[in-house]
Each structure stands twice: as C-alpha cells, then as structure tokens.
C-alpha cells in the first residue's frame, strides 16, 4: 500500500530534506502544491484532509493552524516538526528511543523533538530516569548548532556578505526549547541554556557538564557512559562512544548529512566531572532524519528505512 504524505512548508529548509529522503521510496505517494498554491488556505486544507500524513515544517502559528484544517473525520495523521505541540496534551512526543516505538506507531498526533532537546533528552533523561541523575539538579547546556538550524532566515543572514564567524543568543533566558527539556527530562527546574551558532551549514554539539561530586548520590561518569550504553544498545540510530575515544569534536562548513546520533560521556581522572556530550545533525535526527523515523512507524515500516546512517 502507498501512503500518501503531504509535507506543509515542502520548501522549506526542513521539508525539503524530508522531501530528499523520501525520494525514490515506493511506500510514499508525496501530494504537492506548487509555488501559488502553497500557502493557500484552501489548497493546503485539501491536501492536508487527503494525506494518510501530514508532516508540518512551519513556523509554530502556521503549524497550529494547519491542525485546524484537518477534518477529524478525515483520519489523517500529523507529524509537526515545530515546537507548538511538543508539551501539548494528547501529542506523543516524537523520541522513539524515549518514549518506544510502539507508542509513536500508534499515534495520531507526534510532535518532533527540537534540534537542542534531542542532544540534551538523549544524554539527561534515561539517567534521571534510572536515578544516576537528580532530577532537582540545576542542569545546564550549551551548544552550538550550524546556521540552517534557524531555516531560511538564518541561511540568508549566514551566507551574506559580513556574516557572523560565531553567534550566542538566549540571553532572556526564555529560549522556547526549555519548557520541552524539562518536561521529557522530568526535571524540577528549567534548565540555562546557552546556544550559539557557527558558520557551518549543519550539525551540533550539545553539551552538559556535571560536577557529579557535588551531587548526593555521587555518581561515577563511567556509571553513565555504562548506563547510556545499555539504554541505547540495538538502537541503529544512537551510538554511545567508548571512554575519552577522541580529544576533540569538529564540525565542518560542509558536513554530510546524518541522521545518526552520537553520544559521549567525558570525564576527569578521578571520574568526578563529566561533560555530556551529544553530536548530531540538526536537520538529521534533530528535524527530518526524526520525521522519517516517525513516518515509517505511523506507516508500520521498517524504523530506520530511508535515513542517512
Ligand atoms: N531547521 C532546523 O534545523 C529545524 C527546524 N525545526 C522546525 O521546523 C519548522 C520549519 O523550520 P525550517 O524548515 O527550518 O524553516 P524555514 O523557514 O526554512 O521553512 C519554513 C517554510 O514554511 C513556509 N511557510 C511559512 N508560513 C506558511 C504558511 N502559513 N503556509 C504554508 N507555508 C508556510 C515558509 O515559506 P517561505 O518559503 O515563503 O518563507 C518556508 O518555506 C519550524 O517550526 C522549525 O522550528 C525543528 C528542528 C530543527
Ligand atoms: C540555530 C537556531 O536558530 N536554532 C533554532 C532552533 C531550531 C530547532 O530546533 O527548531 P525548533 O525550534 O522547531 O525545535 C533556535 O534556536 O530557535
């Protein structure tokens, strides 16, 4: 059977990496709208009612309005790559990893996890959830992400003349990704967060550092990096790195694109610091590479068909 998929906001920066892995698939009919059409109400509703599903790669009031223009009769499924409904009741929150496939399989409505959270839930919530880490501990996390994570505006902001060599933003403290880290972590309190962009096109390297010593239970980074590793064993899209394997992390202007998701746990020598570390990319597992993930289960297909691992 062909499931028919529409992908709202096609030519975007996120949906046309969507478009892009799912080329070439037998299991997808795409319905498309062309360029005049695209952001009419009325052509995006038909399309919308007709698709088995619907993937949403718009800004958040777009997204909410395209919910809207779905008949509930119509049985279409959503995927919304945007942050409106990734604390909203009645959505499962797209992390297959976190939440189990069969949840995502079943859903109707999955909102995908945003770039930063997926690096920071990876590494925080299966240790809270295990009791390696406090969930009242007043994490932080910085990171840095390539430029096409802030879609066409930021592109066109980093690819003119006099672009930044390196951007920190969040200053209020407000960033919308923190209320989704808190919630799927199970924390007790919002997290700082400190993001920052660089001139590369794609990828990021999310980082939380622990003084473990100073935490009651005191844990051991190797512990972690043990504990990551069994949450994570048989995934075919999250690889737990070995003890110190590399003494430096990059990304490059031009990096392939990758759907993967690799996790490290550093440490001092007396395993009493450690610096949890994710590296993805951010239009990879962070946006498209997890819509396809989504898609495949909401279509009873193989998890990980069609993504770049
Ligand atoms: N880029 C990334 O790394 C990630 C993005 N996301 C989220 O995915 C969503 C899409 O982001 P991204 O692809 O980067 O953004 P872009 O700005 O690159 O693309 C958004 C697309 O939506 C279109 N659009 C805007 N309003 C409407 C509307 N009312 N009806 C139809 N189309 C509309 C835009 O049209 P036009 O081309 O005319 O501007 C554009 O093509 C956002 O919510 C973002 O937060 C999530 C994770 C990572
Ligand atoms: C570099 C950059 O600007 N990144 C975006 C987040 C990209 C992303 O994850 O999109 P969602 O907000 O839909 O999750 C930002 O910080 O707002």
């Known amino acids: 059977m062909t499931n028919k998929v529409f992908i709202d906001g096609a030519a975007g920066t996120t949906g046309l990496e969507i478009a892009e892995r799912l080329a070439g698939r037998s299991e997808f009919s795409l319905i498309t709208l062309d360029d005049a059409q695209r952001k009419d109400t009325a052509a995006r509703r ?3 009612n007709e698709a088995d599903v619907a993937i949403l790669c718009l800004p958040d009031e777009a997204a909410i309005e395209a919910v809207a223009l779905i008949d509930p009769v119509s049985g279409t499924r959503v995927i919304d790559a945007s942050s409106a409904h990734r604390t909203t009741e009645g959505w499962c929150y797209g992390f297959p990893e976190l939440v189990g496939s069969e949840r995502v399989a079943t859903a109707r409505r999955v909102s995908n996890p945003g770039c930063y959270p997926t690096g920071f839930l990876a590494l925080v919530a299966p240790l809270v959830r295990a009791g390696l880490l406090p969930a009242d501990w007043p994490y932080t996390v910085n990171a840095v992400s390539g430029y096409s994570g802030g879609g066409k505006a930021l592109i066109e902001r980093f690819e003119a003349p006099g672009a930044p060599a390196f951007r920190a933003y969040g200053y209020d403290l ?14 007790e309190h919002p997290v700082i967060f400190a993001p920052s962009v660089v001139p590369a096109y794609r990828g990021m390297i999310v980082e939380v550092p622990l003084h473990l010593d100073a935490m009651a239970n005191d844990p051991q980074a190797d512990a972690l990096r043990d504990a990551l590793g069994e949450f994570y064993a048989g995934s075919a899209v999250v690889t737990v790195h070995d003890k110190q394997p590399v003494g430096e992390l990059l990304l490059g202007p031009d990096d392939t694109p990758f759907d993967g998701l690799e996790l490290f746990v550093f440490s001092n020598d007396g395993g009493w610091n450690a610096r949890l570390v994710a590296r993805l990319d951010n239009l990879g597992k962070g946006a498209s590479g997890a819509a396809v993930q989504n898609l495949n289960l909401l279509c009873g297909l193989p998890e990980t068909a069609g993504l770049r691992l």
Do not use: T, V, Y
Not at 174 to 187: D, F, R, S, T, Y
């Open 174 to 187: 407000k960033h919308k990704h923190l209320p989704e880290m808190k919630a799927h972590a199970g924390l």
């Open 46 to 48: 038909e399309a919308l």
